[in-house]
């Protein structure tokens, strides 16, 4: 089994910045790529940013230049740094891995969820 658990939204005025973090806990052996993805209500989630395992980083247009994703291997962790906020940004934004455990299973998990709301 894998949890994930995301923490660190919140409320923001735009043009600000927030930086969400994403713990991974479990019988972990290794994790390879890890994203982040948005939700709002009604829509689609979509990919925001990912990273593998090597750290090659990958973004959607909408927030290429604003948003920076990182990740911890030490702390089966993962970031992601949010600039410029815009209220177009306001989602719920979810972390996905996946996780090889020690079994030998590979597993595509999610987190939660936190809430992102850019607002004046």
């Known amino acids: 089994q894998v949890q994930l658990v995301e923490s660190g939204g919140g409320l923001v005025q735009p043009g600000g910045s927030l930086r969400l973090s994403c713990l991974a806990s479990?019988?972990?052996?290794?994790?390879?790529?890890m994203d982040w993805y948005r939700q709002v209500p009604g829509k689609q989630r979509e990919l925001v940013a990912g990273?593998?395992?090597?750290?090659?980083?990958n973004y959607a247009d909408s927030v290429k230049g604003r948003f920076t994703i990182s990740r911890d291997n030490q702390k089966n962790a993962l970031y992601l740094q949010m600039n410029n906020l815009k209220p177009e940004d306001t989602a719920v934004y979810y972390c996905y891995a996946h996780v090889l455990l020690y079994s030998g299973t590979m597993m595509s998990s999610w987190g939660q969820g936190t809430q992102v709301t850019v607002s004046s």
């Open positions: 990273i593998t395992s090597g750290g090659s980083a």
């Open positions: 479990g019988s972990i052996w290794s994790i390879n790529n």
